[in-house]
């Protein structure tokens, strides 16, 4: 057993964040300021797109995308049952109503020929999550999306890093939304953005996540000398602080350092974990950058002579954390209750989600640390 526990998700924080975030506290613009300016300008510019707009949290970024995408109460928006459960209740936020399709087994994304069945009149629109930093099928979803004229509202919370086909995660749809919360592959404490295609979504948003007020807002106190503003909608408090974009600054500048040693990780998962009776992620093709956001395993009580919540408890008692991603959205009372959804009308998702365990994946993590994962997993499935 290791002497301290492993915290699952514990992000990278060096002296170079510490820094700029004094740096912040110095100045005394801790609210919205430059600082988000100048992460939103890296980020866009790291995405190659020309909008990108900083908010509090992914959830925020999905919710405000939604409304700039024009939806209101009969519409539907088709996602995962795979999936935190901020994807659905962003769309409930919205006035929009939910509609699950089932996954792909093998990728843990959406599955496109579940979409199809699931389109009607009142679709308009459709929310794939790229799972554990795995791309979904962007192109049948782009063909799905022009066929019945849908809005395209990427979830890329786990997939900062994530290309398909030599294209990057949140580019594809009408919007991008992205999450820095403390344990993503990037991190700002709390935070997310949205990348936007088009300026007047994008102004829209800025307004929209900053009380309605009018675009800029911010700028009423700098010292350019102060600027009236005009509440042109009734928005809402969603804004990033400088504070936490100093984080994300610093945090940006070693994205790919941080992304290679994932990767590293992963790949000694996968050569130690190759001969267990467990299911590993799916090998990744030659044409995606996987993002490396989540290392899962599925255990299947009949091969492990071990249930999946005896294997968490397990690892616990080892000092390893672990997490759940995800129990399906249709296990909760909330949607069962709401909208009558059950786990068994989403088999995939419901069994993948019976049996999942995430394992540390950090870049954070030591070579202990693997080691000490390793050694746990196995010694509690050789029992």
């Not at 939806?71 to 935190?84: A, H, N, S």
């Not at 790229?130 to 786990?158: K, S, T």
């Not at 390893?320 to 995800?326: E, K, N, S």
Request: aromatic share 10%; hydrophobic share 40%.
């Amino acid at each position: 057993m290791r002497e301290g526990f492993l915290v699952f998700g514990s992000p990278v924080i060096g002296d170079e964040e510490i820094e700029e975030v004094v740096d912040s506290m110095k100045s005394a613009w801790l609210g919205t300021g430059p600082k988000v300016a100048k992460f939103e300008k890296i980020f866009s510019e790291y995405k190659n797109v020309p909008y990108a707009a900083a908010v509090n949290s992914c959830t925020a970024a999905l919710h405000l995308s939604l409304l700039a995408a024009g939806l209101k109460p009969g519409d539907e928006v088709i996602t995962t049952p795979m999936t935190f459960c901020a994807t659905v209740n962003a769309i409930i936020h919205s006035g929009a109503t939910p509609v699950l399709a089932d996954i792909d087994p093998l990728t843990m994304n959406i599955d496109p020929a579940c979409i199809e069945n699931k389109i009607n009149a009142k679709t308009k629109a459709i929310i794939p999550v790229h799972f554990a930093g795995r791309p979904c099928d962007m192109n049948a979803l782009c063909d799905i999306a022009n066929r019945h004229g849908l809005r395209i509202i990427e979830d890329c919370a786990h997939a900062i890093e994530t290309e398909y086909k030599g294209r990057k995660a949140g580019t594809f749809g009408d919007f991008g939304c992205f999450s820095f919360y403390v344990t993503k592959n990037i991190v700002t404490g709390e935070g997310g953005i949205v990348l936007a295609n088009r300026e007047e979504d994008f102004s829209r948003i800025k307004i929209l996540a900053l009380h309605g007020m009018s675009k800029d807002a911010w700028k009423r106190f700098s010292d350019e000398g102060y600027k009236h503003y005009q509440v042109v909608e009734c928005g809402f408090k969603y804004n990033m602080m400088d504070l936490q974009a100093a984080i994300g600054i610093r945090q940006m500048a070693k994205i790919e350092e941080y992304w290679l040693r994932r990767k590293k990780i992963w790949e000694e998962y996968s050569a130690a974990f190759s001969d267990l009776p467990v299911t590993l992620p799916a090998d990744i093709p030659s044409d995606i950058k996987h993002a490396y956001h989540l290392y899962t395993i599925l255990i299947d009580e009949e091969k492990t002579g071990i249930s999946r919540d005896e294997f968490l408890n397990a690892m616990h008692r080892l000092n390893i954390g672990t997490g759940v991603h995800y129990l399906s959205v249709p296990e909760h009372p909330y949607y069962q209750e709401a909208f009558g959804w059950k786990p068994e009308d989403y088999p995939n998702a419901m069994k993948i989600g019976r049996s999942t365990v995430s394992i540390p994946l950090s870049a954070k993590l030591t070579d202990k640390d693997v080691a000490d994962v390793i050694l746990a997993v196995k010694s509690i499935l050789a029992r």
